[in-house]
């Protein structure tokens, strides 16, 4: 089934490669083939197999069924990202990075737990290293395209540290795994506390620190108004918002949520994305534009859809 979506469905620009290529947590369950981008949608305990891509006007989508409802909600479509950017064209390093990057969206997971599992991979170390074990944890501890935790929980903790290079992570994945699965990490709790209140309740789970907990609320709960803080966003509101000086990650982390208010996570992803991707072509002496940004392709790893 071919099924095309206007792109006017979504409450301001949107770019499909922008997307791929912003190395955000929900990308780790899309492979590039071609011009078109393959995972899947879990419904009901069924896999269907998805294929995006896009031209100027739409997105399209190849499924078995109809999958519209579960693509836009990845994709946040609802989200005013014109709002974001009109509220920002005064500052000249947004204003910079939005021109590269025009259409990015923050992706929000599908399965909760999966993503629940994935942010907890992410804690110091690169984003190849994530993206590995996620996928090992996938095929070797689940189904090929979901965590199985029950499979997680039983796995000792030196099983899940050599198959899948978890390190000291083990732990964590295990004992978190165990939370989700007897219900004292329940999302629907989650759903009903303020922002605030919802990341001191995750920062209560061992293994969960702030950085956790923010991704967590935004990739996987749709929180705008956090900031996950990292050493490329450590660097960017020092060098860009205080001149040099350095200040603790509390104070950046305030800074950021007062300066950027709702629209924290979005600018959080974009400077991320820019930081990462874009200012390193600055530093050897490239200007990268808009229209080279989209002509990139994306460095190959093995693909989402395990048989």
């Given amino acids: 089934m071919l099924l095309r979506v206007s792109k006017a469905e979504f409450n301001g620009p949107f770019s499909l490669r922008a997307c ?21 949608v879990k419904r009901g305990g069924k896999i269907i197999h998805v294929a995006l891509w896009e031209d100027e006007d739409n997105l399209f989508i190849e499924a078995d069924t109809d999958v519209v409802d579960e693509i836009l909600y990845l994709f946040w479509a609802e989200y005013d990202l014109e709002s974001f950017y009109s ?25 909760w737990k999966w993503g629940i599992i994935e942010a907890l991979c992410t804690q110091n170390t690169s984003v ?57 990490l329940d999302p629907e709790r989650i759903g009903e ?22 991704i967590i609320l935004l990739y996987t709960f749709g929180r705008p108004e956090t900031f996950p803080m990292d050493i490329w966003l450590r660097r960017a509101l020092i060098r860009e918002y205080f001149n040099g000086k ?31 991707k874009i200012r390193k072509m600055d530093r050897v002496g490239l200007e990268p534009t808009a229209s080279s940004l989209q002509g990139r392709r994306h460095t190959p790893r093995p693909p989402a859809l395990i048989p």
């Fill in 246 to 276: 350095e200040k603790s990650p509390l104070k950046l982390r305030k800074f950021a949520l007062t300066y950027f208010g709702e629209h924290a996570g979005i600018a959080h992803l974009y400077m991320f994305y820019y930081e990462r």
């Fill in 20 to 40: 791929m290529e912003s190395e955000q947590c929900p990308v780790d369950l899309w492979s590039p083939h071609g011009n078109k981008y393959c995972s899947f």
């Fill in 87 to 111: 509220e920002f064209t005064k500052d000249p390093y947004i204003r910079r990075i939005i021109a590269a990057a025009k259409g990015l969206r923050v992706m929000r997971n599908l399965d």
């Fill in 128 to 184: 190849k290293r994530v993206r590995r074990m996620e996928s090992c944890l996938r095929r070797n501890f689940g189904d090929g395209y979901t965590f199985n935790l029950e499979k997680i929980v039983k796995a000792p903790i030196s099983a899940l540290q050599k198959k899948c290079g978890l390190g000291y992570r083990a732990k964590y994945v295990k004992e978190i795994s165990k939370a989700i699965l007897n219900g004292e």
């Fill in 193 to 214: 506390m303020r922002t605030e209140e919802a990341r001191e309740f995750l920062l209560k789970f061992s293994g969960i620190g702030p950085k956790v907990a923010d």
